[in-house]
């Protein structure tokens, strides 16, 4: 398999088809059956869907095509959601929802020696490798995980056989490794390549994919002047491709500040962020930069949840987002949380820990259910006219009154952090 490389400002749609052959081109194999990866809509700005629809187009009319979104725990995509990400030209009955609990099969496991070491002791336990059957029954000639490379709070950098593992895999390993990512710090790897959870894919890969027909396809995406721009395409097996695509992502899509911000302000879209879930990356990607004392006001108005299932959402409600070495603690003495570890992981994640505020604005939550997750309110009327978002601009901006915030339009995009800090 021929690897592909291409790093520009921003690339073409004609670029990217051409590049899309090329990759089928250099297989010399005939292909009767191939399965694609995409990500879900909360990814709809990767340009996946666009890269998953060229694929369809090209390779429909000469063997059959199915698309399996790497959904992990989210909800299934709706057929709205599908439409606007892949475009309505490819058949519905075409496309495979991932059924995490019960569509997979375990193929190893990661040993708990490993894990000590990897987590420079704080944890020991063995994880499944589990993944949806359709990646390893044989029926597919050729496997496409399609995605964006992009700083991520639980492996460091997203995509890569994270989109396998998790994004197409089962329990053990989403709550297993996003508990390990928790505990490590959040800090300590966000941006980075070669964390403990990376390496934990990185084993499960080397050890039990390897007979798969499976290849990559990342982009690295610009946000200049509102637009999202293709500035990485690359394809291939092997995991230098996922390396340049790395280092492309962290020129990119990390923002260092020579200051910490005392006051952030980070919009949801609301096709886009549905429950806190998934809209708490604007904690994740902004926490590196916030200023002890700091305020970061999240607008959202489409946040109508905690958890993307009823069980999460559950669990979030009973416990909230009480810092880390609460989590822990009630982690430790509560089995609901035991055997819910990526929600205690995600608990972890959207703590400030005490060192900043955090008020979610959205008018599809009450004040009780917000303050009841350890968040501040305010209600998204008020948010709108103290900050509008039709006005602001992505970092920077001085207010009438002359106060100073800064502003992130999608915190799906990049990771902002005090230089210091990073």
Request: with cysteine; aromatic share 8%.
């Amino acid at each position: 398999m021929k690897n592909i490389i291409l790093k520009s400002e921003s690339i073409s749609d004609e670029q990217v088809k051409s590049a899309l052959e090329e990759s089928l081109s250099g297989l010399k194999k005939e292909l009767k059956k191939v399965l694609l990866l995409p990500p879900d809509f909360t990814r709809f700005h990767s340009q996946a869907g666009k890269i998953t629809a060229m694929y369809y187009d090209i390779l429909k009319d000469s063997c059959q095509v199915d698309i399996m979104p790497a959904v992990g725990t989210h909800m299934a995509m709706s057929d709205e959601e599908i439409d606007k990400m892949f475009g309505e030209e490819i058949p519905k009955e075409r496309f495979i929802v991932h059924d995490w609990r019960n569509d997979i099969v375990k193929i190893g496991e990661v040993p708990g020696s490993y894990i000590n070491e990897i987590s420079e002791g704080l944890l020991d336990f063995t994880i499944d490798v589990e993944v949806n059957h359709r990646i390893v029954n044989s029926e597919y000639d050729l496997i496409i995980s399609i995605g964006q490379v992009v700083p991520h709070e639980v492996v460091g950098m997203a995509n890569y056989s994270k989109n396998i593992f998790v994004g197409c895999g089962g329990k053990s390993m989403i709550d297993s490794s996003h508990f390990l990512g928790a505990v490590y710090g959040l800090e300590r790897l966000m941006g980075k390549d070669h964390s403990p959870v990376r390496k934990v894919y990185d084993y499960a890969e080397e050890n039990f994919l390897k007979d798969v027909p499976l290849m990559y396809v990342f982009t690295v995406i610009s946000h200049v002047q509102g637009e999202n721009l293709i500035s990485g395409l690359l394809i291939g097996r092997e995991r230098k491709v996922f390396e340049e695509a790395v280092k492309l992502s962290q020129e990119k899509n990390i923002t260092l500040l020579e200051k910490p911000l005392e006051k952030a302000v980070v919009f949801l879209d609301p096709e886009e962020f549905k429950s806190t879930w998934v809209g708490n990356k604007a904690i994740y990607r902004t926490r590196m930069a916030m200023a002890d004392n700091g305020h970061l006001i999240i607008i959202a108005p489409g946040v109508r949840q905690f958890g993307e299932d009823e069980d999460r959402d559950i669990l979030i409600r009973k416990y909230g987002y009480v810092g880390r070495d609460e989590i822990l603690s009630l982690t430790k003495n509560n089995e609901d949380l035991q055997n819910n570890l990526s929600t205690a992981a995600h608990l972890i994640h959207g703590s400030p820990d005490g060192r900043f505020k955090i008020t979610y604005a959205t008018d599809k939550l009450t004040k009780e259910d917000i303050e009841g997750v350890a968040f501040e309110y305010m209600p998204l009327e008020d948010a709108l006219k103290a900050y509008d978002i039709n006005v602001l601009k992505d970092g920077f901006n001085t207010l009438e009154n002359g106060e100073e915030v800064f502003y992130v339009s999608n915190p799906a995009l990049g990771l902002w952090a005090d230089k210091s800090k990073f």
